[in-house]
């Protein structure tokens, strides 16, 4: 079994899209990035690729490169997921929190749960997705994500 955990943080700026997870969130407001600025599939990346002792995911995907200027992240997940693959690792969890003062994000937890299991080809009760606000503790003006990953070998 190995173990990898992910960071990630994006500034709130007014207008554009909030994307979690892949996820479209229905705010007036989105993340400010070089790609998409999707806090949670960052994280998440990060995660796996440091359970495989990887490159983190800006040196996959650096912001030196136009190709990923408003980039969809979902296309990160898809690459880390192709290294798993090729190494023979497969999910066994995943452990998501997103710190984020508005919106409330209930509503889209299970959504998000159910595209990163889809994209991962992996079981929805093996992802946790939990939303924190701070209660004033952090900026208001920022959107946090941290994530954390078991990997094991596939048996094939």
Do not use: W
């Not at 690459?79 to 984020?100: C, F, G, H, P, R």
């Not at 946790?128 to 990953?149: H, I, Q, Y």
């Amino acid at each position: 079994m190995r173990i990898g955990f992910g960071f990630d943080s994006h500034k709130i700026k007014k207008g554009g899209k909030l994307i979690l997870g892949g996820v479209n969130i229905k705010c007036d407001f989105g993340l400010s990035g070089f790609s998409d600025a999707d806090v949670v599939i960052h994280a998440l990346s990060d995660a796996i690729l440091g359970a495989m002792s990887k490159k983190d995911i800006g040196e996959y995907f650096p912001d030196t490169d136009e190709v990923n200027r408003d980039r969809d992240s979902s296309d990160f997940i898809k690459y880390v997921k192709q290294i798993m693959d090729a190494e023979s690792y497969q999910i066994n969890n995943i452990d998501i929190t997103i710190i984020l003062e508005k919106p409330k994000l209930i509503p889209y937890k299970q959504e998000i749960k159910n595209n990163l299991a889809r994209i991962l080809e992996t079981e929805e009760k093996n992802v946790s997705v939990k939303a924190k606000s701070t209660e004033g503790a952090f900026p208001v003006d920022t959107a946090v994500c941290f994530s954390l990953v078991t990997l094991v070998k596939s048996k094939f």
